[in-house]
């Protein structure tokens, strides 16, 4: 046990996918370079402290792996603790990080029995007897502590859920935006421009994500991160994600964004596409990329006498699945609303 603690927090990644634990609680907590501190608290649960906290301070949340084969922002949250632990990241923030699902990541999966960022609030009732159920469960309270003795100054909470796509994109990186009942935050679309996303998309109606469960539970300025395709751990070409990989460290150094930075294209769900049985059938070909765009009358899934036809002059899929299961969302439908959204940013 004695090597493997060694290894923590510098190499939080191969302690956590190794299943290690503290010894003793004295080795759960520690010291790192510039007075910060940190705290294991559980399985890819750390959180750190800066030297100082007072009624400002931000409370940052970062998370990965959520989606167990998502690697690439796992190896970045596990370089990025490593290099606060040594000092060589500046830490001015409180900081949780979360490696979400540990299971899926030893066995290089998405998910076990059930994707993890469909469990969140109530739309775990029904699942408590999926592997990923508890875990969700467990997320959850982690993120209401943490938040629970945070600032409550405006945007003084934050929660990056950091992953990358299955499938091609229009745009490689894309944000998405939970739906909360304030407007869009000024705060968040100026960290998205910082770490040069393309594209956010806007949620409409409140989610089952843990981004959506910390904006509406925890009071975060939250989203979803896609950063760029599925890679085995070891095959990612970080250099991709070194933008948002920056504006991250700026944030938890407590640096401004560059306020230069072009302001991202904004897209707003008006339409999901729902599989209800067996029988579902999608006219769109499987490999599609997100936010592909389609003209008004294209007939895109039927299922018996459900038929989603594109009604605005055009609309763009986002995550289209066939292989849900029957219940669930098998696509995402968004229209652009740049000039609106950026308008009206609180
Ligand atoms: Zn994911």
């Not at 493997?4 to 503290?22: H, Q």
């Not at 059930?114 to 159920?133: C, K, P």
């Not at 407590?254 to 302001?263: H, S």
Request: with cysteine; net charge negative; charged share 20%.
């Amino acid at each position: 046990m004695t090597s493997s603690a060694e290894s923590l927090p510098l190499d939080f990644l191969g302690y956590t996918l190794a299943l290690s634990r503290p010894a003793s609680a004295e080795d759960a907590h520690g010291r790192c370079g510039m007075g910060a501190t940190w705290q294991w608290l559980d399985d890819g649960v750390l959180q750190f402290e800066p030297e100082r906290v007072d009624a400002q301070t931000p409370s940052v949340l970062l998370s990965a792996g959520i989606h167990g084969d998502e690697t690439a922002p796992i190896e970045l949250l596990s370089q990025l603790v490593a290099d606060i632990a040594v000092g060589r990241a500046m830490l001015a923030c409180r900081l949780l990080v979360v490696l979400g699902n540990i299971g899926a990541m030893r066995a290089g999966r998405r998910y076990l029995d059930d994707d993890l960022n469909r469990l969140f609030g109530a739309a775990r009732g029904s699942m408590t007897g999926s592997a990923e159920a508890p875990r969700a469960a467990a997320l959850e309270v982690y993120a209401e502590r943490f938040f629970s003795i945070a600032s409550s100054e405006p945007h003084a909470r934050w929660h990056f859920d950091m992953h990358t796509a299955i499938r091609a994109s229009a745009f490689e990186q894309f944000a998405l935006v939970p739906y909360t009942v304030a407007p869009p935050s000024r705060a968040l679309f100026a960290w998205l421009a910082d770490a040069r996303i393309p594209c956010v998309l806007l949620h409409t109606e409140r989610g089952v994500t843990y981004s959506s469960f910390t904006a509406g539970h925890c009071g975060a300025t939250a989203c979803t991160l896609e950063l760029g395709k599925v890679e085995p751990f070891g095959h990612n070409d970080l250099a991709r994600f070194a933008n948002a990989d920056a504006a991250v460290r700026r944030l938890v150094a407590g640096t401004a964004p560059d306020a230069q930075a072009p302001m991202p294209r904004v897209f707003t769900v008006i339409g999901q596409i729902t599989k209800h049985s067996a029988a579902f059938e999608m006219h769109v070909a499987a490999d599609v990329p997100n936010f592909t765009p389609f003209a008004r009358g294209t007939l895109l899934a039927n299922d018996g006498d459900y038929r989603y036809v594109v009604g605005h002059a055009e609309e763009r899929i986002v995550f289209p699945n066939p292989d849900v299961k029957p219940g669930l969302r098998a696509g995402l439908l968004v229209v652009e609303t740049s000039g609106a959204t950026l308008a009206s940013l609180a």
